[in-house]
C-alpha cells in the first residue's frame, strides 16, 4: 500500500525535482521555436534533415520557393509573442475570438493551430478527469457524458474561423487563376512586341508591359517561378535585340545596376545582422525586389553582380542552417525531459493501489507529473505530435487501471450499502428500548460492525450515515441520561461513599496520626465494596484518590510499591465505573511513555561514549549514570502497569 512508500512512486518523487530543475535557458528558448513554426513546414524540415551545405544554387532555389509561397498570399511572417500553453481554456477561447474578428483570416492560421493544440490537450485532461470522478461516484463508463459552455464556444468560433477561411481560400483561388491569365497575356504581349515591334515606339510599348506585369497581383505558388522565369527571359531578349534606342537601354541597365548593387549591399549587411531570423525574412523581400522590380543589366555586369548577390543571400542561409541545428540540439533536453515524463506515468506501479487512498496519492503524482509536462518548453513540430501521442497513452493506461479498480469497487460498496441497511435497521429497531445491560452491548457492537465495513457509494454515504448517527445518538443520549439520574441503590452508595471520604479526611489531617499501609487498603477495600455511584456523581471518585495521595505521604514506603497501589486502585475505579475508553486511554498512555523511556535511556547510554577518557568520579558522568538509573525504575514501575492491565477483564 502507498501508506508504507511504494517504491513505484518513489522513483516519480525522486525525479519531479531533477526535470523542474532543468536549465532554465531550455524555456527560454520558446521564443525561438516559435520563430521556427512560422516557417512554411516543408522548408523547415528540409533545413532541419539537411546536415551538409547546400550549394549556391540550392540555396537560391529555396528562396525562390519561399518568395513563391509568400506571393501566394499574405502570410503572417511576425514572430509569436503570446505561448499558446500557458493560457487557460477561458483565456484561449478570448484570444482565439480576438483573432477572428480583428486580424485578416489568411494570417492567423498559424496561431489558430497553436490554440486548437493547446485547447485540445487541456480539454482531454479536463474530460479524463470528469469522466474518473463519474465513475468513482458509480457510474458507468458508458453513460458518461460532459457538456461545457466553453467548449461550445470554442466549437462554435472554429466552425466560423473554418468557413471564413474557406470562403478566402476559394475567392484567392479564382483570383491567383485570373492573375496567372493576365500575366501570360502580357508575356504573349512582349513576345510580340520583340517579334513585331515599331522600333520608334517599341522601348514606349516595352515600359507599359512592364506596368501591367506589375499591377497584377500574386499567382498560384506552383505557377510563380516557371511564369516569372519565362517573362524575364523576354525581358532580356528584348534588352538584348534593342538596339536602334541604344542610349534609352545603356540607361536603363546603368540604373538597373545602380539599383541591384544597393541590394547587393543590403544583403551583405543581412549577413552580419545578429538577430538571423529577421535578416532571412528581409533577405525574401529583396529577391522579390530583385526579381519582380529591377530589370537586367547589360551582359558584361550580369554574372559578377549575381554572383555577388548568390553568395551574399548564401552566407544568410547558411548562418540560418547552423542556427537551426543549434535550436534543434537545445530543444532534445524539452524531447528527453517530456519522454521521461512520459516513462515515470509509466512506471508508476498501481498493483498495489487497494484502497480509495491508494489513488489518491498515485493520482496526485500523476497529476504533478501531467502539470510538469505542460510545463516543459515547446518541442520541433515533427515530434511534437509522437510525443503527445505517447503521453495520452500513458496517461490512458493509467486511468483505465483506475477506472477498473473503482467498477469493481462499485460492486462491493453495493454489498457494502446493503450490509449497513441492515445494521441501520437493527439500530432503529432498538434504539427506543429501555433494556440497557443488554442494549447497550448490542449498540456498542453495531457500531463496532459498522467501522469494519468498507466504503458505500458516495451518493448514499452521507444519508445513511446520518441515519446510523441519528439512530445511536438516540439510544444512547437516553442511557446517559438514565445513568446521569442514577438508582435508588446508588444514591445510597454515594451517601455512604461521602461519609467514608470526610472519616478518613479527619485520619489524613491528624499529623499525630500515624496510618500503615494495611489501613490505606481496608480504607480502599471498603470503598470499592459500597459500589457505583450516579454517573453525575463520579466526580467523588477523584476526591478519594486526592486523600489516598495525602495519606501515601506520610507513609515511608517504596515507591514502587506506593505508585502500584495507587494506579491499581484507579484502575479498579474504572472498572467498577465501566469506563472502557479511560481504561484504553490509559494503556495508551503507559505505552507511550515507556517508548519515551527507553529512547530516553538509549540516548543517555550513548552519551556515556563522550566520556571514555573520563574518571569515575568526574561531576558529569555521575550525572549521567544517575539520570539512568533514574528512568530505568521509572521504566520497571511503568512496565509493572502495563502487566497489570494487560491481565485486567473488562
Not at 596 to 610: P, T, W
Request: hydrophobic share 30%.
Amino acid at each position: 500500500m502507498l501508506d508504507t512508500k511504494d517504491e513505484n512512486l518513489q522513483k516519480p518523487e525522486e525525479n519531479l525535482k531533477k526535470i523542474e530543475e532543468a536549465p532554465s535557458t531550455l524555456v527560454e528558448k520558446e521564443v525561438a521555436q516559435e520563430k521556427i513554426d512560422t516557417e512554411p513546414s516543408s522548408l523547415v524540415e528540409k533545413e532541419k534533415s539537411n546536415e551538409d551545405a547546400l550549394s549556391e544554387k540550392e540555396v537560391i532555389e529555396e528562396i525562390d520557393d519561399q518568395i513563391a509561397f509568400n506571393s501566394e498570399g499574405d502570410h503572417n511572417d511576425e514572430e509569436l509573442e503570446v505561448n499558446y500553453e500557458e493560457l487557460d481554456l477561458e483565456s484561449l477561447v478570448k484570444e482565439l475570438n480576438s483573432l477572428i474578428s480583428e486580424q485578416p483570416i489568411q494570417k492567423i492560421n498559424d496561431k489558430v493551430n497553436r490554440i486548437k493544440n493547446s485547447f485540445s490537450k487541456q480539454f482531454s485532461v479536463l474530460y479524463d478527469e470528469k469522466k474518473s470522478a463519474f465513475i468513482e461516484q458509480g457510474g458507468e463508463s458508458i453513460d458518461f457524458k460532459y457538456s461545457n459552455p466553453i467548449k461550445v464556444e470554442y466549437n462554435n468560433l472554429m466552425k466560423g474561423f473554418k468557413e471564413k477561411r474557406g470562403n478566402y481560400y476559394k475567392s484567392l483561388d479564382v483570383q491567383l487563376n485570373t492573375n496567372l491569365e493576365l500575366k501570360l497575356e502580357v508575356i504573349d504581349q512582349l513576345k510580340e512586341l520583340i517579334k513585331n515591334g515599331d522600333a520608334k515606339t517599341m522601348y514606349i510599348q516595352f515600359r507599359s508591359i512592364q506596368d501591367k506585369w506589375r499591377a497584377i497581383g500574386p499567382i498560384s505558388r506552383d505557377k510563380y517561378n516557371n511564369t516569372w522565369r519565362t517573362y524575364h527571359h523576354h525581358v532580356e531578349r528584348f534588352y538584348d535585340l534593342l538596339h536602334l534606342s541604344n542610349d534609352l537601354r545603356d540607361l536603363d541597365f546603368k540604373h538597373n545596376l545602380e539599383e541591384k548593387l544597393k541590394l547587393v549591399v543590403k544583403a551583405q549587411e543581412l549577413g552580419e545582422h545578429h538577430d538571423i531570423n529577421y535578416a532571412f525574412k528581409q533577405l525574401q523581400l529583396l529577391h522579390k525586389t530583385w526579381k519582380e522590380e529591377i530589370g537586367p543589366v547589360s551582359k558584361e555586369f550580369r554574372e559578377k553582380v549575381w554572383s555577388d548577390f548568390s553568395s551574399a543571400t548564401k552566407k544568410i542561409h547558411d548562418k540560418r542552417h547552423d542556427n537551426f541545428r543549434n535550436m534543434k540540439s537545445d530543444y532534445q533536453q524539452n524531447i528527453d525531459n517530456k519522454n521521461e515524463i512520459i516513462e515515470l506515468i509509466k512506471s508508476i506501479d498501481v498493483t498495489k493501489n487497494n484502497s480509495h487512498s491508494d489513488w489518491q496519492k498515485s493520482m496526485k503524482i500523476v497529476d504533478e507529473l501531467r502539470d510538469l509536462f505542460f510545463k516543459v518548453g515547446n518541442v520541433p513540430k515533427s515530434q511534437s505530435e509522437t510525443i503527445w501521442q505517447n503521453f495520452k497513452v500513458a496517461t490512458r493506461e493509467f486511468n483505465q487501471h483506475k477506472n477498473n479498480f473503482y467498477k469493481k469497487a462499485k460492486g462491493e460498496q453495493s454489498v457494502n450499502l446493503d450490509k449497513k441497511l441492515k445494521l441501520i435497521e437493527k439500530a432503529n429497531s432498538l434504539k427506543d428500548s429501555d433494556d440497557w445491560e443488554n442494549v447497550t452491548e448490542i449498540m456498542k457492537s453495531i457500531q463496532s460492525d459498522w467501522k469494519k465495513i468498507g466504503h458505500v457509494p458516495r451518493k448514499h454515504s452521507d444519508k445513511i450515515w446520518n441515519e446510523f448517527k441519528n439512530a445511536c445518538n438516540h439510544y444512547f443520549d437516553r442511557y446517559h441520561k438514565f445513568k446521569d439520574l442514577g438508582s435508588k441503590e446508588e444514591q445510597e452508595v454515594y451517601s455512604k461513599k461521602k461519609d467514608l471520604l470526610e472519616l478518613i479526611k479527619v485520619q489524613a489531617s491528624e499529623k499525630e496520626n500515624k496510618v500503615d499501609i494495611e489501613t490505606i487498603k481496608d480504607y480502599i477495600e471498603e470503598w470499592r465494596s459500597l459500589g457505583n455511584v450516579p454517573f453525575n456523581l463520579r466526580h467523588i471518585e477523584s476526591k478519594f484518590s486526592k486523600v489516598l495521595d495525602t495519606l501515601f505521604s506520610k507513609l515511608s514506603i517504596d515507591h514502587k510499591e506506593k505508585e502500584m497501589i495507587k494506579f491499581e486502585n484507579k484502575m479498579e475505579g474504572l472498572i467498577a465505573q465501566n469506563d472502557v475508553r479511560k481504561l484504553d486511554e490509559e494503556h495508551l498512555l503507559i505505552r507511550k511513555k515507556i517508548d519515551e523511556s527507553v529512547k530516553e535511556i538509549h540516548q543517555l547510554e550513548n552519551n556515556i561514549s563522550f566520556f571514555s577518557n573520563a574518571k569515575s568520579d568526574n561531576p558529569l558522568l555521575k550525572g549521567v549514570l544517575k539520570n539512568i538509573s533514574d528512568h530505568k525504575e521509572i521504566l520497571e514501575v511503568l512496565q509493572d502497569k502495563q502487566n497489570f492491565l494487560k491481565n485486567l477483564t473488562y
